[in-house]
């Protein structure tokens, strides 16, 4: 077998050819590059796929990071 990997859809498309399947890692690494499942393309991190699945089944998980970032802006 050679399923080293495995196709998710996420909300971000792909910044080159708009598609909204990528390939990642099936160790699923927070800093594991995530590409493109049908051009290759870097999209993201991991880490921002995983964040990204979160917030679809729920909108309060992506306020508290929202309120996290504006504490952590601080002048
Ligand atoms: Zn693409």
Not at 7 to 26: A, M
Not at 48 to 60: I, K, P
């Amino acid at each position: 077998m050679s399923d080293l990997s495995e196709e998710l859809r996420i909300p971000k498309p792909c910044p080159d050819c708009g598609s909204q399947r990528v390939r990642v890692s099936q160790v699923h690494n927070p800093d594991d590059k995530v590409f493109c499942a049908s051009c290759g393309t870097y999209v993201c991190l991991y880490a921002d796929v995983a964040r990204m699945r979160e917030e679809g089944a729920s909108s309060e998980a992506e306020e508290l990071l929202e309120q996290a970032s504006n504490k952590g802006m601080k002048k």
